[in-house]
């Protein structure tokens, strides 16, 4: 059985800390260097409920997209419900170790996955990395459909693949307009809006767009624009990322039991249509599908 030192400086040679965001919070933040590691949980959110489920499956480590402190804090009182949580992990001897920015410019990194999952042919980055001479490392990666397709059909195809949630995908464009190339960018992408234009392709897929910048991205140019679930866009990296410890592990005889929460810790839980959305006609009306759920 490895020591914790062990496994986290296999996650930090897929993830080097130095390549995260300056603004960013990576890293270990729990855990003895010495205790020894046989299971490992890899989820999006290290909430609450995700703490509670590595405590049920017997985890020794947790591995969190998102980090639990992304803001310096003077407390971790159990009180506070980030407090709690680091009660807990430390209480049942389970390290947390988060990998975020400097997992989404990794090769392979978190949009590799989203464009996995939705079978696309990855390009090349979106925003190259310039300190990789290959020009594989980057922010967000440019696509190719195996098969052309109507934007309506694309994003119908998108909501199928990804993870199931109460938001679904909201899309912005003309439905008929042919899709053959996607910009894709799993999180928050609205500032990346520039780079996609410059990239030429059809059609976003990202999460969490904004009101004013989707205006003018679509007052610009034709460009489609797919808008899922943040927690969608970033749950397949959780498998990515299993499978990659899941290779070390081998690689290494340290039998390590790696598990992928399927809990949904997007915070949105229902979704109503509006009335008036209902008595839109079909071109407009694009998608009324969404559905609720666990990860495919």
């Not at 340290?254 to 992928?260: M, P, Q, S």
Request: glycine letters at 6%; a negative charge; proline letters at 6%.
């Amino acid at each position: 059985m490895p020591a914790l030192s062990e496994v986290l400086s296999a996650l930090d040679a897929l993830w080097p800390a130095e390549r995260a965001e300056a603004w960013d919070a990576v890293g270990t933040v729990c855990g003895d260097p010495e205790a020894p590691v046989q299971r490992v949980l890899f989820a999006v959110d290290p909430v609450q409920e995700i703490a509670d489920e590595a405590v049920r499956l017997g985890a020794d480590l947790l591995v969190t997209h998102h980090p639990l402190y992304l803001r310096g804090t003077t407390t971790v009182a159990a009180s506070t419900f980030k407090g709690k949580v680091v009660h807990t992990l430390i209480k049942n001897d389970i390290a947390l170790h988060v990998a975020h920015t400097n997992a989404d410019t990794a090769d392979p990194g978190v949009s590799d996955a989203l464009a996995g999952v939705l079978d696309l042919r990855v390009l090349r980055p979106l925003v190259p990395d310039a300190s990789d001479p290959a020009g594989r490392r980057g922010l967000g990666r440019v696509c190719e459909l195996a098969h052309p397709m109507p934007l309506g059909d694309f994003a119908r195809y998108a909501a199928e693949r990804l993870p199931a949630t109460a938001q679904g995908i909201r899309v912005a464009g003309d439905p008929e307009r042919t899709v053959r190339t996607v910009a894709v960018s799993g999180g928050s992408g609205d500032s990346l809006f520039d780079d996609v234009r410059a990239a030429g392709v059809d059609a976003f897929l990202t999460a969490d767009l904004r009101h004013h910048p989707a205006s003018e991205a679509t007052q610009k140019s034709p460009l489609g624009l797919l808008d899922a679930a943040h927690w969608a866009t970033e749950w397949p990296w959780c498998e990515q990322a299993a499978a990659q410890l899941d290779e070390i592990s081998d690689r290494h005889g340290w039998d390590l039991r790696v598990h992928v929460s399927k809990t949904v810790t997007d915070p949105w839980t229902a979704h109503a249509a509006s009335a008036t959305a209902l008595q839109q006609s079909a071109s407009r009306a694009v998608l009324t599908d969404e559905s609720t759920g666990a990860p495919n």
